[in-house]
Protein backbone atom coordinates (compact mmCIF):
# COMPACT_ATOMS: atom_id res chain seq x y z
CA UNK A 1 0.00 0.00 0.00
CA UNK A 2 1.42 3.47 -1.13
CA UNK A 3 2.45 5.66 2.12
CA UNK A 4 0.07 8.47 2.91
CA UNK A 5 0.69 11.72 3.84
CA UNK A 6 -1.47 12.35 5.88
CA UNK A 7 -0.01 9.37 8.04
CA UNK A 8 3.21 11.33 8.36
CA UNK A 9 1.79 14.22 9.67
CA UNK A 10 4.65 16.67 11.15
CA UNK A 11 4.58 15.92 14.92
CA UNK A 12 7.54 18.25 15.33
CA UNK A 13 7.63 21.17 17.71
CA UNK A 14 7.80 23.38 14.70
CA UNK A 15 4.88 23.14 13.32
CA UNK A 16 2.72 21.29 16.49
CA UNK A 17 3.25 25.44 18.54
CA UNK A 18 2.12 26.86 15.39
CA UNK A 19 -1.27 24.51 15.50
CA UNK A 20 -1.76 24.33 19.17
CA UNK A 21 -5.05 26.47 20.11
CA UNK A 22 -3.96 25.86 24.02
CA UNK A 23 -3.43 28.26 26.44
CA UNK A 24 -1.39 25.58 28.78
CA UNK A 25 -1.30 22.30 26.96
CA UNK A 26 1.51 21.42 25.01
CA UNK A 27 3.13 24.57 25.18
CA UNK A 28 5.98 22.83 26.63
CA UNK A 29 6.21 20.30 23.61
CA UNK A 30 8.99 18.05 22.83
CA UNK A 31 9.00 15.47 20.18
CA UNK A 32 11.03 11.94 20.15
CA UNK A 33 11.46 10.00 17.04
CA UNK A 34 11.82 7.02 19.30
CA UNK A 35 12.12 6.53 22.88
CA UNK A 36 11.36 3.57 25.22
CA UNK A 37 7.95 5.19 26.70
CA UNK A 38 6.99 8.26 26.67
CA UNK A 39 5.47 8.32 30.35
CA UNK A 40 8.97 7.46 31.87
CA UNK A 41 10.15 10.61 29.99
CA UNK A 42 7.65 12.90 31.59
CA UNK A 43 8.51 11.46 34.88
CA UNK A 44 12.29 12.36 33.93
CA UNK A 45 11.41 15.44 32.55
CA UNK A 46 9.29 16.22 35.54
CA UNK A 47 11.66 15.56 37.81
CA UNK A 48 13.90 18.17 36.74
CA UNK A 49 11.36 20.31 36.74
CA UNK A 50 9.03 20.68 33.62
CA UNK A 51 6.18 22.51 33.80
CA UNK A 52 2.44 21.71 34.02
CA UNK A 53 0.98 21.65 30.84
CA UNK A 54 4.64 19.64 29.17
CA UNK A 55 3.89 17.57 26.46
CA UNK A 56 5.79 14.57 24.92
CA UNK A 57 5.02 12.58 21.83
CA UNK A 58 6.88 9.85 20.58
CA UNK A 59 6.80 8.73 16.77
CA UNK A 60 7.22 4.63 18.23
CA UNK A 61 8.25 2.94 21.76
CA UNK A 62 10.99 0.08 21.74
CA UNK A 63 9.12 -0.07 25.90
CA UNK A 64 5.15 1.72 25.42
CA UNK A 65 3.35 -0.03 28.43
CA UNK A 66 -0.20 -0.38 29.34
CA UNK A 67 -2.23 -1.02 32.83
CA UNK A 68 -1.51 -4.28 34.55
CA UNK A 69 2.41 -4.31 33.24
CA UNK A 70 0.91 -4.93 29.55
CA UNK A 71 3.27 -3.65 26.88
CA UNK A 72 1.68 -1.18 24.21
CA UNK A 73 2.29 -1.55 20.71
CA UNK A 74 3.77 1.23 19.27
CA UNK A 75 5.33 1.07 15.61
CA UNK A 76 6.41 3.88 14.28
CA UNK A 77 4.95 6.52 11.68
CA UNK A 78 1.20 5.36 12.16
CA UNK A 79 -0.18 6.12 15.54
CA UNK A 80 0.05 8.28 18.41
CA UNK A 81 2.08 8.06 21.98
CA UNK A 82 1.95 11.08 24.07
CA UNK A 83 2.23 11.79 27.54
CA UNK A 84 1.06 14.98 29.30
CA UNK A 85 2.44 16.02 32.27
CA UNK A 86 0.23 17.48 35.29
CA UNK A 87 0.84 19.35 38.39
CA UNK A 88 -2.79 19.50 40.00
CA UNK A 89 -2.57 21.14 43.36
CA UNK A 90 -4.80 18.94 44.97
CA UNK A 91 -4.09 15.72 47.72
CA UNK A 92 -3.21 12.37 45.68
CA UNK A 93 -6.88 11.10 46.89
CA UNK A 94 -8.74 13.09 44.67
CA UNK A 95 -6.73 12.38 40.86
CA UNK A 96 -8.42 9.01 40.40
CA UNK A 97 -10.80 11.14 38.22
CA UNK A 98 -8.40 12.23 35.54
CA UNK A 99 -8.18 8.79 33.61
CA UNK A 100 -11.82 8.71 33.23
CA UNK A 101 -11.49 12.73 32.05
CA UNK A 102 -8.67 12.04 29.45
CA UNK A 103 -11.19 9.24 28.23
CA UNK A 104 -14.16 11.82 28.01
CA UNK A 105 -11.77 14.52 26.24
CA UNK A 106 -9.88 11.14 23.96
CA UNK A 107 -13.99 10.57 22.98
CA UNK A 108 -14.93 14.18 22.12
CA UNK A 109 -12.25 14.10 19.87
CA UNK A 110 -13.00 11.64 18.19
CA UNK A 111 -16.51 12.05 17.63
CA UNK A 112 -15.21 15.64 15.94
CA UNK A 113 -13.27 13.41 13.64
CA UNK A 114 -16.17 10.91 12.65
CA UNK A 115 -16.32 7.78 15.04
CA UNK A 116 -18.69 6.87 17.34
CA UNK A 117 -16.22 6.08 20.49
CA UNK A 118 -17.16 3.63 23.59
CA UNK A 119 -15.27 4.28 26.83
CA UNK A 120 -15.06 1.37 28.97
CA UNK A 121 -13.96 1.56 32.30
CA UNK A 122 -11.32 2.74 33.65
CA UNK A 123 -9.17 3.52 30.78
CA UNK A 124 -10.27 2.15 26.95
CA UNK A 125 -11.80 3.50 24.37
CA UNK A 126 -13.15 1.54 21.78
CA UNK A 127 -14.07 2.12 18.54
CA UNK A 128 -16.77 0.00 15.69
CA UNK A 129 -14.82 -2.28 13.40
CA UNK A 130 -15.15 -5.43 11.62
CA UNK A 131 -18.87 -5.76 13.26
CA UNK A 132 -17.93 -4.70 16.92
CA UNK A 133 -16.27 -2.62 18.68
CA UNK A 134 -12.57 -3.19 19.39
CA UNK A 135 -9.97 -1.19 21.82
CA UNK A 136 -8.44 2.03 19.59
CA UNK A 137 -6.96 3.65 22.45
CA UNK A 138 -5.54 3.08 26.14
CA UNK A 139 -4.44 5.46 28.92
CA UNK A 140 -1.99 4.71 31.31
CA UNK A 141 -2.03 7.66 34.01
CA UNK A 142 0.84 7.84 36.58
CA UNK A 143 1.67 9.78 39.88
CA UNK A 144 4.43 10.84 42.02
CA UNK A 145 3.37 11.86 45.56
CA UNK A 146 4.91 13.82 48.42
CA UNK A 147 2.88 12.69 51.51
CA UNK A 148 -0.56 13.28 50.64
CA UNK A 149 0.37 15.64 47.92
CA UNK A 150 0.49 14.91 44.55
CA UNK A 151 4.21 16.04 43.15
CA UNK A 152 2.98 15.54 39.47
CA UNK A 153 0.76 13.21 37.40
CA UNK A 154 1.44 11.72 34.19
CA UNK A 155 -1.56 10.63 31.46
CA UNK A 156 -0.44 8.71 28.68
CA UNK A 157 -2.40 8.25 25.36
CA UNK A 158 -2.09 5.72 23.21
CA UNK A 159 -4.19 6.54 19.97
CA UNK A 160 -4.33 3.57 16.76
CA UNK A 161 -4.32 6.38 14.23
CA UNK A 162 -2.92 5.01 10.75
CA UNK A 163 -2.30 1.40 12.05
CA UNK A 164 -3.64 -1.56 9.81
CA UNK A 165 -1.93 -4.55 11.32
CA UNK A 166 -1.34 -5.98 15.10
CA UNK A 167 0.46 -8.42 16.11
CA UNK A 168 -1.61 -11.69 16.61
CA UNK A 169 -2.06 -11.36 20.29
CA UNK A 170 -3.99 -8.14 19.54
CA UNK A 171 -5.72 -8.99 15.90
CA UNK A 172 -8.90 -10.04 17.22
CA UNK A 173 -9.28 -7.19 19.64
CA UNK A 174 -7.12 -3.97 18.67
CA UNK A 175 -8.42 -2.01 15.94
CA UNK A 176 -7.35 2.03 14.72
CA UNK A 177 -9.30 4.96 13.72
CA UNK A 178 -8.26 4.54 9.99
CA UNK A 179 -9.80 0.66 9.97
CA UNK A 180 -12.89 1.95 11.75
CA UNK A 181 -13.02 4.93 9.21
CA UNK A 182 -11.84 3.88 6.27
CA UNK A 183 -9.45 6.46 5.67
CA UNK A 184 -5.92 7.90 7.15
CA UNK A 185 -6.06 10.11 9.61
CA UNK A 186 -4.04 13.40 10.44
CA UNK A 187 -1.87 12.75 13.78
CA UNK A 188 -1.03 15.92 14.45
CA UNK A 189 -4.48 17.36 14.25
CA UNK A 190 -5.80 14.58 16.60
CA UNK A 191 -3.12 15.71 19.21
CA UNK A 192 -4.12 19.44 18.80
CA UNK A 193 -7.55 18.14 18.75
CA UNK A 194 -7.17 16.32 21.69
CA UNK A 195 -5.38 18.75 23.76
CA UNK A 196 -8.04 21.96 23.33
CA UNK A 197 -10.93 18.79 24.32
CA UNK A 198 -8.89 18.35 27.61
CA UNK A 199 -7.76 21.64 28.76
CA UNK A 200 -11.38 23.22 29.60
CA UNK A 201 -12.41 19.90 30.94
CA UNK A 202 -9.42 19.86 33.29
CA UNK A 203 -9.79 23.27 34.24
CA UNK A 204 -13.46 22.69 35.72
CA UNK A 205 -12.06 19.68 37.41
CA UNK A 206 -9.33 21.83 39.11
CA UNK A 207 -12.23 24.49 39.98
CA UNK A 208 -14.88 22.60 40.57
CA UNK A 209 -14.14 18.73 40.84
CA UNK A 210 -14.67 15.99 38.47
CA UNK A 211 -18.88 16.06 38.04
CA UNK A 212 -18.93 17.80 34.56
CA UNK A 213 -15.93 15.56 32.99
CA UNK A 214 -17.72 12.59 34.23
CA UNK A 215 -20.83 13.37 33.00
CA UNK A 216 -19.63 13.19 29.73
CA UNK A 217 -17.61 10.56 30.63
CA UNK A 218 -20.97 8.64 31.13
CA UNK A 219 -22.39 9.62 27.86
CA UNK A 220 -19.79 7.67 26.31
CA UNK A 221 -19.77 4.80 28.44
CA UNK A 222 -20.68 1.11 28.00
CA UNK A 223 -22.23 1.23 31.45
CA UNK A 224 -25.27 -0.99 31.83
CA UNK A 225 -23.93 -4.18 31.24
CA UNK A 226 -23.56 -7.20 32.79
CA UNK A 227 -19.41 -7.66 33.74
CA UNK A 228 -17.15 -9.39 35.71
CA UNK A 229 -13.86 -7.88 36.97
CA UNK A 230 -11.06 -9.28 38.55
CA UNK A 231 -9.51 -7.56 41.54
CA UNK A 232 -6.46 -8.62 43.88
CA UNK A 233 -7.59 -12.60 43.23
CA UNK A 234 -11.51 -11.87 44.15
CA UNK A 235 -13.91 -11.47 41.52
CA UNK A 236 -17.33 -9.70 41.27
CA UNK A 237 -19.82 -9.97 38.94
CA UNK A 238 -23.38 -7.73 37.90
CA UNK A 239 -24.30 -5.09 35.97
CA UNK A 240 -21.67 -1.54 35.83
CA UNK A 241 -24.17 0.48 36.63
CA UNK A 242 -22.46 3.33 37.09
CA UNK A 243 -19.36 5.29 38.11
CA UNK A 244 -19.60 7.24 41.67
CA UNK A 245 -17.87 11.23 41.95
CA UNK A 246 -14.01 9.80 42.43
CA UNK A 247 -14.32 7.63 38.76
CA UNK A 248 -14.51 4.16 41.10
CA UNK A 249 -17.28 1.56 39.05
CA UNK A 250 -20.27 0.73 40.73
CA UNK A 251 -21.67 -3.26 40.27
CA UNK A 252 -24.77 -4.30 41.42
CA UNK A 253 -24.63 -8.01 41.91
CA UNK A 254 -27.58 -10.74 41.13
CA UNK A 255 -28.35 -10.66 45.31
CA UNK A 256 -28.72 -7.02 44.60
CA UNK A 257 -25.70 -5.98 46.51
CA UNK A 258 -23.61 -2.62 45.50
CA UNK A 259 -19.79 -3.04 44.77
CA UNK A 260 -17.45 -0.04 44.39
CA UNK A 261 -14.72 -0.90 42.33
CA UNK A 262 -11.61 1.54 42.56
CA UNK A 263 -9.48 -0.39 40.59
CA UNK A 264 -9.42 -3.55 38.63
CA UNK A 265 -9.85 -4.78 35.27
CA UNK A 266 -13.54 -4.68 33.80
CA UNK A 267 -14.62 -7.63 31.40
CA UNK A 268 -18.09 -8.12 29.67
CA UNK A 269 -19.67 -11.27 30.00
CA UNK A 270 -21.20 -13.52 27.39
CA UNK A 271 -24.48 -12.63 26.89
CA UNK A 272 -24.24 -9.06 28.58
C1 LIG B 1 -3.69 0.61 28.47
O1 LIG B 1 -4.56 0.45 27.62
O2 LIG B 1 -3.44 -0.27 29.31
C2 LIG B 1 -2.94 1.92 28.53
C3 LIG B 1 -2.05 2.11 27.33
C4 LIG B 1 -1.27 3.41 27.38
C5 LIG B 1 -0.25 3.50 26.29
C6 LIG B 1 0.41 4.86 26.25
S1 LIG B 1 1.39 5.09 24.80
C7 LIG B 1 2.02 6.57 25.47
C8 LIG B 1 2.29 6.32 26.94
N1 LIG B 1 3.58 5.71 27.12
C9 LIG B 1 3.49 4.47 27.56
O3 LIG B 1 4.47 3.71 27.80
N2 LIG B 1 2.21 4.13 27.76
C10 LIG B 1 1.33 5.21 27.41
Given at each position: MSPNPLAESDLTPRVMLRRLRT?????AYEFLP???STNDVARARAAAGAAEGFVIVADSQSAGRGRLGRSWHSPPGQNLYLSLLLRPALPARQVAPLTLLAGAALARTLTAAGVTPRLHWPNDLLVPAAGEFRKAAGILTEMATSGEEVRHVVVGIGLNVNGQEFPPDLAQRATSLRLALGRACDRAKLLVDFLAAFEPIYGDFLVRGPAAGLQEWRRHADLGRVCRIDRDGARVEGIATDIDDSGALLVRDDAGRMHRIASGEMSEQAGG
Open positions: RCLGRACA
